[in-house]
């Protein structure tokens, strides 16, 4: 009797306990995938659909701006002007924005979004590494382009990706 009804309660918390860790790791899942939606909702958006990228673009490069969005290098370009330049995190444990990034082919549409939601148009020209030293692929080319950077599988080299309009 006694002992049956103990294991019955121990049982019975445990479940409660294991449903109370999923619910919230479920909740916290939403409430990302809410903030990021939030997100684009009031910024600058990036999306490649053969790749199933689509990502808010905020101002700035650093940690903070990263860990939860694409980031602007400051002072590139703009939606529709110059070269914007976008970078953004991907790895082979997390799920990051541009982890699809490395099957990118010529060619590919790239669709950049301002905060009024006009829609600008590009395609792939051009992939390649860099070291992480080499800026010069933040620089205006006098053309019309969008410049995606995130790091290699092993983190050692920046993958370049260049779309023009």
């Not at 939403?30 to 808010?56: F, N, T």
Request: aromatic share 10%.
């Amino acid at each position: 009797g006694k002992a049956r009804l103990l294991m019955f309660i121990a049982g019975v918390t445990a479940i409660a306990v294991g449903a109370g860790i999923l619910s919230f790791l479920a909740g916290r899942r939403l409430y990302r995938d809410y903030k990021r939606r939030k997100l684009m909702e009031v910024s600058v958006v990036i999306e490649i659909p053969e790749l199933r990228i689509k990502a808010p673009v905020l101002e700035g490069t650093d940690n903070d701006v990263l860990s939860k969005a694409a980031g602007h290098f400051p002072d590139t370009g703009s939606p529709g002007a110059g070269n914007y330049c976008i970078a953004a995190h991907s790895s082979t444990i997390y799920k990051e924005y541009f982890n699809a990034l490395k099957n990118v082919s010529s060619g590919m549409e790239v669709k950049l979004y301002d905060i009024e939601k006009n829609l600008y148009t590009y395609h792939v020209t051009d992939y390649f590494t860099v070291e992480p030293s080499e800026t010069w692929i933040l620089d205006d080319a006098g053309d019309t382009r969008v410049t995606l950077v995130t790091c290699t599988d092993d983190g050692t080299q920046r993958l370049i990706v260049v779309a023009k309009k």
